[in-house]
């Protein structure tokens, strides 16, 4: 039977590249989104040409309890098992801390960690049940070393870092891995606000000489994910051009 990856905010960028990863390899793949229809319904026909088993694109939040529940009742009740999650939906609300307003921090850590935490929760019965899983959750270089002007995001990436360690720990004997990639300067939505100098700036700044592609992250996720990474768990693997 085909294995099955959830990939949170699957629809663009980072996560679209992870969903077409897995698909390459034959996977059931389901893709949750915020909002932007199109382009999920996009990354649903890439998936399906690049020859994934099944496609399902679901559209909820990751920060509510209830949606987290549909989605994985939603993959449980087609596909009965859920081999691989990929916490990837993550947003920025960026802006110096003394101007930072309590709901912007709120919502990037509802997002990003609550988010991930409340989907790692909810594949952890399965995935126990199963005796196999893996959770990758996508932090950032900007959790490991900070950031001016991302307070909130930074501290939801070092959280994941945390967590990711932690839930480790407690699956490692059922045979379900945890662990993070930290992606550098990655060229997608998240990152096209930047102007050209901005960018130009960066780009000097990191050893590789470029941002990255959302395929190099995609590439090290599917290398955690995959059955053969059984002995790699509680890790952080840094996916930055050397940054
Ligand atoms: P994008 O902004 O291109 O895409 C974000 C994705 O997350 C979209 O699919 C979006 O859905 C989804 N999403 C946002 N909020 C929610 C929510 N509440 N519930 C469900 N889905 C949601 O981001 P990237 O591809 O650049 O980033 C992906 C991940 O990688 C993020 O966690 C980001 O923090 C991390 N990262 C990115 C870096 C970069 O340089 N780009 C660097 C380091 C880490 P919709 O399309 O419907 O809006």
Redesign the pocket.
């Known amino acids: 039977m085909a294995r099955t990856a959830i990939v ?9 590249a992870i969903a077409v990863g897995f698909a390459k390899k034959g996977y059931n793949v389901v ?7 199109q ?2 319904t996009e990354t649903e026909k890439l998936c399906r040409e690049s020859g994934a088993t099944d496609v399902v694109t679901y ?6 309890e209830n ?1 987290c529940e549909e989605l994985v009742k939603t993959v449980m009740d087609k596909y009965g098992q859920v081999d691989a999650l990929v ?6 609300r960026d802006g110096l801390v003394a101007r930072m307003s309590a709901d912007d921090f709120d919502s990037v850590i ?3 960690l609550r ?1 991930a935490f409340l989907m790692s929760k909810l594949v952890t019965k399965p995935m126990m049940k199963q005796r196999y899983g893996r959770i990758v959750n ?5 959790g490991v070393h900070g950031n001016a002007g991302q307070a909130n ?1 930074s501290a939801s ?1 070092a959280g994941l870092i945390g967590m990711t360690k932690s839930i480790a720990k407690e699956l490692a004997s059922r045979n379900i891995t945890v662990n993070a990639v ?10 096209a606000v930047l102007t050209d100098a901005q960018k130009e700036n960066i780009n000097s700044s990191i050893p590789a000489k470029r ?2 592609e ?1 395929e190099d ?1 995609a590439n090290a996720v599917l290398f955690l994910a995959d059955e053969k990474s059984s002995y790699i768990t509680g890790q952080v693997l840094e996916v930055s051009g050397g940054l």
Do not use: L
Request: no cysteine; hydrophobic share 30%; aromatic share 4%.
């Open positions: 949170t905010g699957g629809s663009r960028g980072i996560g679209r893709i949750s989104y915020a909002g932007n229809e382009a999920a559209k909820g939040d990751v920060s509510d949606s916490n990837n939906a993550g947003i920025t509802s997002t990003n988010g996508i932090s950032s270089v900007v995001y990436k930290a992606p550098g300067m990655i060229a997608t939505d998240m990152t941002m990255g959302p992250v």
